[in-house]
């Protein structure tokens, strides 16, 4: 029975990840999941609005799913749904608990006080997991409803604090820039299909559409000086002000093009398309049938909400099949979530190939093997899918490069396990594939993942052989000192590391380091032919490119002081994780320097935690330079 515990496993962590890429289930009669599909045009990219909800829920409150920490239940079932609610019923949308405050100052700002952050918790049970840790202790998720009453002080306390640069502000500016920015997404969201200030917006562009012939006729009169309806001008001139206010707020673009138009992406926000109606005479008929879909979705019509979004879906059809289709899969792809749960499974395959070495090494190292495998094919598929819906290379921006060095590394821990076979691939790839999944999580807080690659990205074959190249060099390099980790950690605090297990981590050590040589070098050179063809030079001594050179001589320094007999054993594992501090500089340090070609941005939080990392790093080669006899594994 032993022997079949890792098919079972296999299995049946197959059988859950499949059970992802059955269609979605709508949490009501209202067929939501297809309204998710819909495409607009957000920042330059055609996307589904199910991927504008999961980006916004992101964006304002770190996570996807919108829920009350006092409640147990979740509010909403679905982002499409909490959309549908700031889309058409803002009113409701206004109570969802969607925006988090973590800062105590900027709380008090808000005038939220600590009775509005305590949780109540309906057993002893629960209140002693929070105690621990396992549930919130406070509440850190507030309402529109909430903080509307402090907006106009939130704005002037982050126009006080705009001027001051970056690095330079306190957190309690960070934090008050942070959620204007919060609040500022979810009004113009509020503004995309209708002004959250009417009660029925079908209503309103049935009676825009009655008076427009004789309020244009009184506009015009007006133009020339003639005789005109005072009271039609007066109504044109209130409602071209209120859809000009919708065509600045409004953040989707969800009108198509005109038949006749000659670019595809040239679609329209609904405030834009109720301004043309001045000129042209009659309304948008894409902006009626959004309004038709708000008041079906408010009114709980489900049969009218439905029946309208298969005939807007089937409009859409006619002229853009290839997008819908982009956008069917791009839903289905949030929902399967292929990165999320490929990091529960390298969580799970490192337990599994830690216990593999106190008990049933061959059962339980071959069940963690199959679970890093299985995780593999799962990201892989997920960056196979990126590429395909972005049409660009697998890394585009820092999010898309923490899923390739993430991937590359798990890719060659597979080698070394099946040459090896003593589960050290397996945790080392449990930890890189876990560790580099969850910095791309942090990285997505930021908004959309797919976004349009940056202006200093010139798409040619060198752009693309070169990132791809180097960022494999990073994930040799990450790899080679993670398995040195392994051999400090296992000989300094086990009795594990017995003279076959050192003498087969040393030989992966040295083998992925002459990988990372040399892929680093080459994605350098081609590095600086993109250089030369895009910006008129080979090598400007930018600080990524410094940061590049860096990891090409880090590693032949590694290489030279093995073959020069320098360093035994020991002495390449320093050498080794040194590296990780090396790489984690060129990877994350030189994007925050905010100098350079390729700056994108300091990050704070990023910036203490690369400091943390680097420390910790530091701390493990302090360790590893005690005397021998100090390691458990070599005392007699």
Excluded at 325 to 348: C, G, H, M, V, W
Excluded at 508 to 536: K, R
Aim: proline fraction near 5%; hydrophobic fraction near 50%.
């Amino acid at each position: 029975m032993k022997r079949w515990l890792p098919i079972l496993v296999l299995l049946l962590a197959a059988g859950w990840l499949a059970s992802s890429l059955r269609p979605q289930k709508n949490p009501g009669a209202q067929d939501l999941a297809a309204f998710g599909r819909l495409p607009v045009l957000v920042n330059g990219r055609l996307k589904p609005l199910d991927t504008v909800a999961r980006t916004s829920l992101l964006v304002m409150q770190g996570r996807q799913r919108v829920s009350d920490p006092a409640n147990p239940g979740p509010l909403v079932a679905t982002p499409a749904e909490w959309l549908a609610d700031v889309l058409f019923n803002p009113a409701k949308a206004d109570t969802y608990p969607t925006f988090r405050i973590d800062s105590p100052d900027l709380l008090t700002l808000m005038g939220i006080t600590e009775g509005d952050t305590r949780i109540s918790y309906d057993s002893a049970a629960k209140r002693m997991m929070a105690l621990v840790g396992f549930l919130p202790s406070s509440r850190s998720r507030f309402t529109f409803k909430q903080l509307e009453p402090k907006l106009a002080e939130l704005d002037r306390q982050a126009q006080l604090a705009e001027p001051t640069e970056v690095q330079l502000r306190t957190p309690f500016q960070k934090a008050v820039i942070q959620l204007r920015d919060r609040v500022l997404l979810y009004q113009r969201l509020k503004h995309s299909a209708q002004t959250p200030d009417s009660a029925d917006f079908l209503s309103e562009l049935v009676q825009f559409q009655k008076a427009l012939p004789a309020g244009v006729a009184a506009v015009r009169a007006r133009q020339k000086g003639e005789p005109h309806d005072t009271d039609a001008f007066k109504a044109m001139m209130t409602m071209a002000g209120r859809y000009d206010f919708m065509d600045k707020m409004g953040y989707l673009l969800t009108v198509p093009p005109a038949s006749d138009e000659p670019n595809p992406t040239a679609w329209k926000s609904v405030g834009h398309a109720l301004l043309e109606a001045f000129e042209g005479g009659s309304i948008n008929p894409n902006v009626m049938a959004y309004a038709a879909l708000g008041r079906a979705y408010r009114d709980q019509q489900p049969t009218q909400f439905n029946e309208i979004v298969r005939l807007y879906r089937d409009q859409l059809a006619k002229r853009f099949t290839p997008q819908l289709r982009k956008s069917d899969i791009e839903a289905r792809f949030n929902a399967a979530e292929p990165f999320y749960k490929s990091t529960q499974l390298y969580a799970i395959a490192f337990l599994l190939a830690i216990f593999s070495w106190l008990k049933w090494p061959a059962v339980l190292g071959r069940g963690a093997f199959y679970l890093t495998l299985l995780a593999f094919i799962a990201t892989t598929a997920g960056i196979a899918t990126r590429m395909w819906l972005e049409g660009r290379p697998p890394v585009t921006n820092l999010y898309s490069s923490a899923l390739f060095v993430g991937w590359g590394s798990v890719g060659l821990c597979l080698i070394l396990e099946k040459i090896y076979r003593n589960a050290i691939g397996s945790v080392a790839a449990g930890v890189i594939g876990f560790v580099t999944l969850l910095i791309a999580h942090h990285l997505s807080l930021s908004g959309d993942t797919l976004e349009m690659m940056r202006a200093v990205l010139d798409t040619n074959l060198w752009l693309a052989t070169h990132v791809v190249v180097i960022t494999i060099g990073y994930s040799a390099t990450y790899l080679a000192g993670f398995l040195a980790l392994i051999y400090i950690v296992r000989g300094l605090f086990t009795r594990s590391l017995d003279p076959a297990t050192a003498d087969a981590l040393t030989r992966m050590v040295y083998g992925i380091v002459c990988f990372a040589t040399l892929f680093s070098l080459v994605g350098t050179v081609l590095g600086g032919i993109w250089a030369d063809q895009s910006w008129g030079r080979f090598w400007g001594w930018d600080p990524k490119e410094n940061g590049a050179l860096l990891i090409v001589i880090w590693n032949a320094i590694i290489l030279h002081c093995r073959w020069g007999g320098l360093v035994k054993q020991r002495g390449l594992m320093c050498l080794a994780v040194f590296g990780n501090v090396i790489t984690s500089w060129s990877w994350f340090g030189t994007n925050m320097l905010g100098i350079g070609l390729h700056s994108y941005g300091f990050m704070d939080a990023a910036f203490w935690w690369l400091l943390a990392f680097v420390a910790t790093q530091v701390a493990v080669i302090a360790l590893a330079l005690l005397p021998l006899e100090k390691w458990r594994s070599f005392r007699v």
